[in-house]
């Protein structure tokens, strides 16, 4: 039973069959007008009210998603700090890769440096009076070797020339002398 026919009913049953206009229901008609401003204000509360609590429901709503989100933001933040601490161990391990193999190239190419320097001062002490007599088995060479030596240092000459190993063979009899 709504509010306004209960309070209409009580009202009528107030007023009865008194319509004489006399003071009394004069009275009644004034409540009566009263009575209903009232519910009319209780029903735009009661609207407002219900308003609310649907903001209220929906705002809640809104704010568990987004706490929902934030969670999963939260964690795919954390995965990606895994990944990029793993990322960063990985670059450390081949920086260190890396530097030892700088440091076994430059052995390797400073023996290769001594090496030709070796081979250049065999050369010249085999060639020195002819290098006819030199490919000739003369100084105790065999021919396939000393072409093959001789091949070797015009291979290493060229890519000396390209820029490809380093200068300093050509230059250098530092690698010649005896260490201390």
């Known amino acids: 039973m709504s509010v306004e026919y209960y309070y209409m009913n009580d009202l009528n049953a107030s007023v009865g069959d008194k319509t004489d206009g006399?003071?009394?229901?004069?009275?009644?008609?004034?409540?009566?007008?009263?009575?209903?401003?009232?519910m009319q204000k209780m029903e735009h509360w009661r609207d407002t009210a219900l308003q609310l609590s649907r903001n209220n429901g929906e705002a809640q709503a809104k704010i568990n998603a987004l706490e929902a989100d934030y969670v999963i933001s939260n964690r795919e933040l954390l995965v990606k700090q895994v990944e990029i601490q793993g990322l960063t161990a990985r670059i450390a391990e081949l920086e260190g890769e890396l530097a030892e193999l700088k440091e076994r190239f430059d052995i390797t190419d400073g023996l290769l440096n001594q090496a030709t320097v070796s081979i250049g001062a065999v050369i010249a002490c085999c060639t020195y009076n002819s290098n006819a007599e030199a490919m000739a088995g003369a100084y105790g060479i065999s021919y396939r070797a000393f072409t093959m030596i001789d091949n070797f240092i015009k291979n290493y000459n060229d890519a000396v020339s390209a820029g490809k190993v380093s200068v300093d063979v050509k230059t250098s009899t530092e690698s010649l002398k005896t260490p201390n």
């Open 22 to 38: 006399g003071e009394h229901h004069m009275k009644m008609m004034v409540a009566h007008d009263n009575l209903e401003a009232y």
